[in-house]
Every structure is written in structure tokens, then in C-alpha cells.
């Protein structure tokens, strides 16, 4: 169980900074009238159920602060103001926690810090049994009868078995509804299978006509065996009147025909031989033209040399152009 070991206000309606140490058993709190007293449980209202009134805010503060140090060691400081809404949680291990603008519920894991929550029960409001104000009555004294026993069973867990009970009865509900389908699919079953009361006369029947199928499958496959060799004796009837229409021809005809057409293969084979050598004439030919036009382009360079330069650059000699006898063929 959690518990508040130390309770600090500041601005919190009468109290500027107040500091309240609490015992882990039963503590009182005592004092005049408007001391103070009430203000200390507006204060645990707010810290665990986030219940604020504009009027628990000091005059001229910016916001109230309460700040509660629990058994666990986890420091919570709660500020609320118009303008401020924020929860700071300083966890055992160090660790920083803010929580801002949540609205009107406490986030979740600050109750679970925290460890009071309100006790839900159905569509109704949730009810708080860890604070309760002064003019507030006894503990489920005005609650009725159901309502006693929801919040009694929530206190104590025995709701948790409820829950389970309400499973329970609906698994139930569930497989009765697959039990009476069951049921009548088997019925349904029952007379179709009344249908097939005369199964047992059709086996002999059966077995008569699996043994006609299987030798109808015999004569089948020697139908195929004897489409097979029919084709065959076919073929071997077609070659047959081939061989006996090659004995009507006279081969003598037909070797001198074949001997006439290998001699003009023959003649054939000399005359594109004699084509060939024919063109590599011209080619020859058309060489030697080039040749010859190569040499008496030479010649005229030469002549055109010695009219420029008719004098010799070995002997000094004077060359007459004229003296030259070339001739083109």
C-alpha cells in the first residue's frame, strides 16, 4: 500500500507554505475554525482525483503547488493554476517524469504511482473512497443495495471473479448454440444417410462392372496393338508398289541420261573456270593501265624538272629536253 509520508501546500488557500508529516498509522489533524483543516483534503482531492475549484488558488499567486512525498520514495508535485496544469514526478531511481494539459482525468500511470483511483461502477459516476469531505456522509450509507455490493466486490477483487463468472456463463451460452447446431447437422446427417440404406446390394453390382471395365481396358489395349501394326502393314504396302514401279523403269535410259548430265556438269564447271580467269585478266588489264598512268605521270614530272633545272647536280652538265626520246607504249 502507498502512503503519504509528508505533505507540503503552498498557496493553497490558507496555507502559504505548510509542511504536514504524516505517521504510517492513524493521524489527526486539529485546529481552529478556517485554519485550515478542510483545505488539507481539498488538497488530497486535487492530488489524487484532480477535483479544483478557482477558489483553493492563494490571492495573487500564479498557482497552488501541492507537493507529496510517498512511501515508496517517488516525490509528486502537483501545480494548478488558470494557466497552469502540470504534474512533476521525481521516481525513486531518479528519473524525471512531467505529465501537463491532461484535462479533467489524471493520467493513468500517475494513479498507478500514486495508488488510489476512483472505483468505477457501470454508466454511473465513479465513486471516491480515499478522501472524503466533512459534510459528506458514511461510507455507503445513502448507496443502494447493487451499488454497495459493486463497489464492496471491487474493494476486496471479487469482481474479478464476476467477470470470470460472466465469461464463464457466456462460453456456456456459446457452446450449448454449438451443441444444438451439432445436433442438427447430425440429424440432418441421420436422414440422408437413410437414403443409402441399400448400399450394401449395389457392391456385387460394383464388383460385376469393375471386372467388365478391366477387360474392356484388355481389348482396348490389343485395339491399339492392332491399329499399330495396321499402319504398319501399310507402309510396308506402300513400299512395296514403290519397288514395283522401279522394276518398270529402264535403267540403261536412265544411266545415259545421268552420264549426259554429268558431262554438262562437267562443261558447266569449265566454262565458270574459264569466266574466272577471264576476269582476273581484266583485272590484270586494268593493273596496268593504272601502272602505265602512274610512269607517265612520273615522266611528265620529270620533264617538267628539267625545263625548270636543266642543269645536272652530279656533273654540272647542261641537259637538253629535248634530246629525251620517251615514248608512252
Known amino acids: 500500500m502507498v502512503c503519504i509520508q509528508e505533505l507540503r501546500l503552498i498557496n493553497f488557500q490558507s496555507h502559504v507554505d505548510t509542511v504536514i508529516k504524516f505517521s504510517p498509522f492513524f493521524n489527526c489533524i486539529v485546529g481552529s475554525t478556517r485554519s485550515g483543516k478542510s483545505s488539507v ?33 517517488a516525490l509528486v508535485t502537483r501545480h494548478k493554476g488558470d494557466k ?14 512531467h505529465f501537463e494539459n491532461f484535462g479533467f482525468t489524471l493520467p493513468k500511470e500517475v494513479s498507478e504511482i500514486l495508488g488510489v483511483s476512483p472505483i468505477e461502477i457501470g454508466n454511473k459516476d465513479p465513486i471516491f473512497v480515499n478522501v472524503a469531505n466533512q459534510d459528506e456522509p458514511q461510507f455507503l450509507f445513502y448507496n443502494a443495495g447493487p451499488d454497495k455490493a459493486k463497489i464492496l466486490s471491487r474493494l476486496s477483487g471479487i469482481h ?28 440432418e446427417l441421420t436422414e ?37 501394326l495396321s499402319s504398319r502393314i501399310g507402309r510396308w504396302k506402300d513400299e512395296y508398289s514403290r519397288l514395283q514401279e522401279l522394276k518398270k523403269i529402264n535403267f540403261s535410259t536412265e544411266i545415259g541420261r545421268l552420264e549426259q548430265l ?26 596496268m593501265r593504272i601502272h602505265i598512268q602512274s610512269i607517265s605521270e612520273s615522266k611528265d614530272k620529270i620533264l617538267e624538272e628539267v625545263k625548270n633545272n636543266p642543269v645536272c647536280e652530279s656533273c654540272g652538265a647542261t641537259i637538253d629536253p629535248t634530246k629525251f626520246d620517251l615514248h608512252e607504249d
Not at 465469461?167 to 447430425?186: I, S, Y
Not at 437413410?194 to 481389348?219: P, Q
Request: proline content about 1%; overall charge positive; aromatic content about 8%.
Open 41 to 73: 483534503v481539498r488538497a488530497l482531492n486535487l492530488l489524487f482525483y484532480n477535483e479544483w475549484h478557482e477558489a483553493y488558488q492563494r490571492h495573487n499567486s500564479p498557482y497552488a503547488t501541492i507537493i507529496a512525498l510517498l512511501s515508496t520514495g
Open 84 to 97: 497552469v496544469n502540470r504534474i512533476i514526478i521525481k521516481m525513486p531511481d531518479g528519473t524525471i517524469k
Open 160 to 187: 474479478w471473479i464476476d467477470y470470470a463468472l460472466k465469461d464463464l456463463n457466456a462460453d456456456r451460452r456459446t457452446k450449448a448454440a454449438e451443441v444444438d447446431l451439432l445436433k442438427g447437422a447430425t440429424s
Open 192 to 228: 440422408r444417410l437413410k437414403g443409402f440404406a441399400d448400399i450394401e446390394i449395389y457392391k456385387d453390382i460394383i464388383a460385376v462392372e469393375k471386372d467388365r471395365l478391366s477387360k474392356l481396358k484388355c481389348i482396348s489395349e490389343v485395339y491399339k496393338k492392332g491399329s499399330t
Open 262 to 287: 554429268i558431262h554438262t556438269t562437267d562443261l558447266l564447271d569449265q566454262l565458270k573456270n574459264k569466266q574466272r580467269m577471264l576476269k582476273n585478266t581484266e583485272e590484270s588489264v586494268k593493273n
